[in-house]
T-cell receptor
Framework: GAGVSQSPSNKVTEKGKDVELRCDPI?????LYWYRQSLGQGLEFLIY????????KSGLPSDRFSAERTGGSVSTLTIQRTQQEDSAVYLC???????????????FGDGTRLSIL | DQQVKQNSPSLSVQEGRISILNCDYT??????FLWYKKYPAEGPTFLIS?????DKNEDGRFTVFLNKSAKHLSLHIVPSQPGDSAVYFC???????????FGKGTRLSVIA
């Protein structure tokens, strides 16, 4: 498709279970970002992939969170041993990501709404 | 410590009038600023951006103004339309392609 695709759109799971969220970026975009939005808050950066470089994991809130990006395209965000505070909308974005050029906006998917019971 | 602040959680404007949404930032290293619009159950949609070398960027009904000395930017929508009713997020980044720092959003309601 033309836009960023995320799946599932909704996920309800029990506390303590692991979850995997998927992001399919816009074709040709080398930069991929994960954010989350908790109720009443702005978007919070989680992790950033740029081409083949090591990802910037500085936003991950705990070691229960991890992400990978296979073949420079699809990304999976994994949350292990989920907690109730992990409930949020998880958003993925991609951009053309050419380093040093200002002015390449990030384009977002519709997100995965994660609810931990 | 919020680096990007949108101090008005909500704004109501009559159809046809101007909507002005404000955003302040604290990090002087930010050099790229964006506005996104978000409808419920959808991801943010990119609206307009401005780099720090400019003080104004216009795209149709949307204009963004940047005042670097005051670390302030604003989004003007004129004329406002009912379809503009949404939550608007201000975002900023250092050196272009780095993670965005977002404000908490302003909910705009355009009343017919």
């Amino acid at each position: 498709g033309a836009g960023v695709s995320q799946s599932p759109s909704n996920k309800v799971t029990e506390k303590g279970k692991d979850v995997e969220l998927r992001c399919d970026p816009i074709s040709g975009h080398t930069a991929l970002y994960w954010y989350r939005q908790s109720l009443g808050q702005g978007l919070e950066f989680l992790i950033y992939f740029q081409g083949n470089s090591a990802p910037d994991k500085s936003g991950l809130p705990s070691d229960r969170f991890s992400a990978e990006r296979t073949g420079g395209s699809v990304s999976t965000l994994t949350i292990q041993r989920t907690q109730q505070e992990d409930s949020a909308v998880y958003l993925c974005a991609s951009s053309q990501g050419v380093g040093g050029i200002v002015g390449q906006p990030q384009h977002f998917g519709d997100g995965t709404r994660l609810s931990i019971l | 410590d919020q680096q990007v602040k949108q101090n008005s959680p909500s704004l109501s404007v009559q159809e046809g009038r101007i909507s002005i949404l404000n955003c302040d930032y604290t990090n002087s290293m930010f050099d790229y600023f964006l506005w996104y619009k978000k409808y419920p159950a959808e991801g943010p949609t990119f609206l307009i951006s401005i780099s720090s070398i400019k003080d104004k960027n216009e795209d149709g009904r949307f204009t963004v103004f940047l005042n670097k000395s005051a670390k302030h930017l604003s989004l003007h929508i004129v004329p406002s339309q009912p379809g503009d009713s949404a939550v608007y997020f201000c975002a900023a980044s250092e050196a272009g392609n780095t993670p965005l720092v977002f404000g908490k959003g302003t909910r705009l309601s355009v009343i017919a």
